[in-house]
């Protein structure tokens, strides 16, 4: 028998190349399991996945959780825009947590230059013209305490000041 190269007796997918994907999907599955339950909670999901979603986050043994996921993974398999559109919701999330992570380090930064003697004039400046409806006045008062006296209340205080004006501004 010859074999010609042109007409190959399979059409599809390799062998390695399915085992890839199945791996994708388990570890889909396995970061579904370990999202917080409000970040689930906006998503729009099949009874069956979200009963075996939730089985899976409840199991406990390191063994049974894993073939809790290795079933869940099975089922979103048979479901290939199921799992496209999980992909794209973690892809959103991640990027929705990259962007609260950045605001954070940016607010502390803010804050930090507030509570720094030597920086406050310049970083109190900077904030108002960033967030224009931030209290720059209570923001002085809440740093010349701290300036003085060194009062941990009016570190939290100030913080609390810059989220609020971030999350007004974003609104």
């Known amino acids: 028998m010859t074999f010609d190269h042109e007409e190959s007796p399979y059409s599809g997918p390799s062998k390695s190349a399915r085992k890839r994907a199945a791996k994708a999907v388990e ?3 396995n970061e579904l399991v370990t999202l917080p339950k409000a970040r689930l909670a906006g998503m729009e999901l099949p009874a069956d996945i979200r009963k075996e979603l939730e089985l899976a986050r409840g ?4 063994g049974s959780r894993k073939r809790q996921i290795k079933h869940l993974a099975g089922l979103l398999r048979k479901d290939e825009d199921m799992v496209e559109e999980l992909n794209a919701f973690l892809a959103g999330s991640h990027e929705q947590q990259y962007e ?3 605001l954070f ?3 502390e930064s803010l804050r930090d230059g507030l509570c720094d003697a030597a920086s406050f004039e310049t970083t109190l400046r900077l904030v108002q013209e960033q967030f224009p ?3 720059a006045d209570a923001l ?3 740093a010349h305490r ?3 006296n060194q009062d941990r ?9 810059l989220k609020a004006a971030a999350s007004e501004q974003s609104a």
């Open 146 to 148: 701290l300036h003085s």
């Open 100 to 102: 609260e992570k950045k």
């Open 133 to 135: 409806s931030v209290d």
């Open 153 to 161: 209340h009016a570190f939290r205080e100030i913080f609390r000041i």
């Open 27 to 29: 570890e889909l599955a």
């Open 140 to 142: 002085s008062q809440l």
């Open 59 to 62: 199991t406990r043994g390191h």
């Open 105 to 107: 380090h940016q607010l």
